[in-house]
């Protein structure tokens, strides 16, 4: 049953800490990709990854580190450093290719208490 | 920077009507265009893609169009259901940043039975 993973479903986090939002694949695709989603705002993308131990930030990078150790894995890390952490966040994976569709898991909601 | 807006935010139609979503972006040096559905608080199905040298994509009750020229496309929806209720995104892949996707706010549609 192929498709794309994120755990857990809830997370919650207290001021200070750091925590790991799980991601994996099995379509084998190469590319992968981290999403924040805000109420009345697009998806916004956090880091991308286009093959295994290399990764590009997006355009709202500072506060989350990443790392793809394994072309089925990628994890996010929102660390203390994000001011404004609680949001949806989606990871996505595709073939590389400008012609090949984006598939989505089905997200992981963090809240901070 | 490339900037994507749907408009309407909101859409209300009733049973069996036939409705048009659009899509408008900035940069018209765009490799292609996806468009997407979104249920409340899951994450990210894929409905249609377009190529750049494509104007449409058929699937089902379902028909995108694209015009690269104007900036712009639209996704149109026969004989609408209440299970088409949803929030409707579009994304476009652009051509100076290799693999980055911009999306758009996206319309929340509700068919009225």
């Known amino acids: 049953d192929g498709g794309i993973t994120q755990s857990p479903k809830y997370l919650f986090r207290k001021e200070g800490q750091n925590v790991t939002l799980s991601c994996e694949q099995n379509l084998n695709h190469d590319a992968m990709y981290w999403y924040r989603q805000d109420p009345g705002q697009g998806l916004r993308l956090i880091y991308y990854?286009?093959?295994?131990?290399?990764?590009q930030k997006g355009d709202i990078a500072e506060g989350y580190s990443v790392s793809r150790e394994k072309k089925e894995s990628f994890p996010l890390t929102v660390t203390s450093a994000q001011k404004n952490p609680t949001a949806f966040y989606l990871c996505?994976?595709?073939?590389?290719?400008?012609?090949?569709?984006?598939?989505f898991g089905p997200g992981t909601r963090l809240t901070v208490l | 920077k490339q900037e994507v807006t749907q408009i309407p935010a909101a859409l209300s139609v009733p049973e069996g009507e036939n409705l048009v979503l659009n899509c408008s972006f900035t940069?018209?040096?765009?490799?292609?265009l996806q468009w997407f559905r979104q249920d409340p608080g899951k994450g990210l199905t894929s409905l249609l893609l377009?190529?750049?040298?494509?104007r449409e994509q058929t699937s089902g009750r379902l028909n995108a169009s694209l015009d690269k020229s104007s900036g712009r496309s639209t996704l149109y929806i026969a004989a609408s259901q209440p299970g088409d209720s949803a929030t409707y995104l579009c994304?476009?892949?652009?051509?100076?940043?290799?693999?980055?996707?911009?999306f758009g706010t996206g319309t929340s549609l509700t068919v009225i039975p």
């Open positions: 990854s286009q093959i295994v131990n290399d990764f």
């Open positions: 940069d018209s040096a765009i490799y292609n």
């Open positions: 377009i190529q750049s040298s494509q």
């Open positions: 996505a994976s595709r073939w590389s290719g400008i012609y090949n569709e984006q598939f």
């Open positions: 994304a476009v892949l652009i051509s100076n940043t290799g693999n980055q996707f911009y």
